[in-house]
């Protein structure tokens, strides 16, 4: 699938532009795998705002739902499908550089970097068994616990760290 042409003939990344719009997950590492979506994270310190422009551009697409979480930092995560793609969209009024979502985004990326084929084809083969990506990356690293946190937890670790870490899982 051409997940990125769809994505710019939609018109989403013109209207995403001023929330610092950025495409994380699965489709851009080479992950995705069957039922995958495209996932955005978006600064939107205007939740109301964030939330309007969503629905005023998107609302007739297929499979649209707009939510806002309720306590915290009041995120607003948009589904929807443009072209048999699904969409994710979330966007929260923290900085698109200190979201979850963009750091582990970030990490997934250097590790597959320095982990090489084998180790992207080992994370590959856990998603296809149905196992979504900071758990497969935790699966396959050996890491013990919360994977949302270990993930998160490495994202400040330097290359040597990560080299490190993929050594003792046989990924030297």
């Known amino acids: 699938m051409d997940w990125r042409g769809i994505l710019a003939s939609s018109g989403l990344p013109d209207v995403l532009a001023a929330y610092d719009a950025r495409v994380v997950g699965t489709f851009p590492l080479g ?9 955005i994270v978006c600064h939107a310190p205007d939740a109301k705002a964030f939330a309007h422009e969503l629905w005023a551009r998107f609302a007739q697409s297929e499979h649209f739902a707009l939510r806002q979480w309720t306590q915290g930092e009041r995120a607003v995560i948009a589904q929807f499908s443009i072209c048999d793609l699904p969409l994710e969209v979330f966007g929260a009024p923290v900085p698109v550089a200190m979201q ?3 750091r582990h985004f970030e990490v997934e990326r250097r590790l597959l970097a320095l982990g090489g084929v084998a180790f992207h084809a080992a994370v590959r083969e856990v998603r296809r068994s149905g196992v979504k990506t900071e758990p497969a990356f935790a699966q396959v690293l050996g890491l013990a616990g919360d994977p949302y946190a270990r993930l998160f937890e490495l994202a400040s670790a330097r290359d040597s760290q990560l080299r490190g870490t993929l050594a003792q899982a046989g990924f030297a």
Request: aromatic share 8%; no cysteine.
């Open 31 to 39: 992950l995705d795998v069957a039922g995958s979506d495209v996932d």
């Open 100 to 102: 979850a979502g963009w």
